[in-house]
Antibody
Framework: EIQLQESGPGLVKPSQSLSLTCSVT?????????WSWIRKFPGNKMEWMGY???????NYNPSLKSRISITRDTSKNQFFLQLNSVTTEDTATYYC????????????WGQGVMVTVSS | DTVLTQSPALAVSPGERVSISCRAS??????MHWYQQKPGQQPKLLIY???NLASGVPARFSGSGSGTDFTLTIDPVEADDTATYFC?????????FGAGTKLELK
């Protein structure tokens, strides 16, 4: 069974960097698919942030392009999110998810991790 | 970005049929997908590419549409269907989501 699990600090100070890890079990992230980060803001709005593909290429939402980096550790079957210069507007629940390279629908999701940006 | 517009909320009685709409600000071909999210849970894929039922999803759920207008139909609605339903497009970059339709049962 494919499972994704997010981990990372639940509280980040403004201007600092937010760093999250997605651990994948049941599927090797280099075998196929794209591996995304998605966030849901208070009030329900959802935003796709970007992905790292099975080959290691990345694609980011232009709204975040200057602040975001998605990387991976293939030996641990994990991928990572780093979001720089956070503000209170980055407070959200962050999800990692798997999507098909073609059609790009998200068929497996992590449970999500709530991150609050506050001093 | 492609804006997806959904009605904020709907209320229906168990056993009825409900249609949830999603309108895109520009064409997305058939690359519209639907998710169900219950409080405290992650989103669950229901429908992909407008009309394809995801694995394990009951046949009470169906999807239709192409271009800019899409519909998720639940028939018949059950009590367990109380949730928020999101549409998501992947034809235009960046991928975008609708604001969600909250389905309540009377």
């Amino acid at each position: 069974e494919i499972q994704l699990q997010e981990s990372g600090p639940g509280l980040v100070k403004p201007s600092q960097s937010l760093s999250l890890t997605c651990s994948v079990t049941g599927y090797t992230i280099t075998s196929g698919y794209d591996w995304s980060w998605i966030r849901k803001f208070p009030g329900n709005k959802m935003e796709w942030m970007g992905y790292i593909s099975y080959s290691g290429s990345t694609n980011y939402n232009p709204s975040l392009k200057s602040r975001i980096s998605i990387t991976r550790d293939t030996s641990k079957n994990q991928f990572f999110l780093q979001l720089n210069s956070v503000t209170t507007e980055d407070t959200a629940t962050y999800y990692c998810a798997r999507s098909r390279t073609i059609a790009a629908y998200f068929d497996y999701w992590g449970q999500g991790v709530m991150v609050t940006v506050s001093s | 970005d492609t804006v997806l517009t959904q009605s904020p909320a709907l209320a229906v009685s168990p056993g009825e049929r409900v249609s949830i709409s999603c309108r895109a600000s520009e064409g997305v071909n058939s690359y519209m997908h639907w998710y169900q999210q219950k409080p405290g849970q992650q989103p669950k894929l229901l429908i992909y590419k407008a009309s394809n039922l995801a694995s394990g999803v009951p046949a009470r759920f169906s999807g239709s549409g192409s271009g800019t207008d899409f519909t998720l139909t639940i028939d018949p609605v059950e009590a367990d269907d109380t949730a928020t339903y999101f549409c998501q497009q992947s034809w235009n970059d960046p991928y975008t989501f609708g604001a969600g339709t909250k389905l309540e049962l009377k």
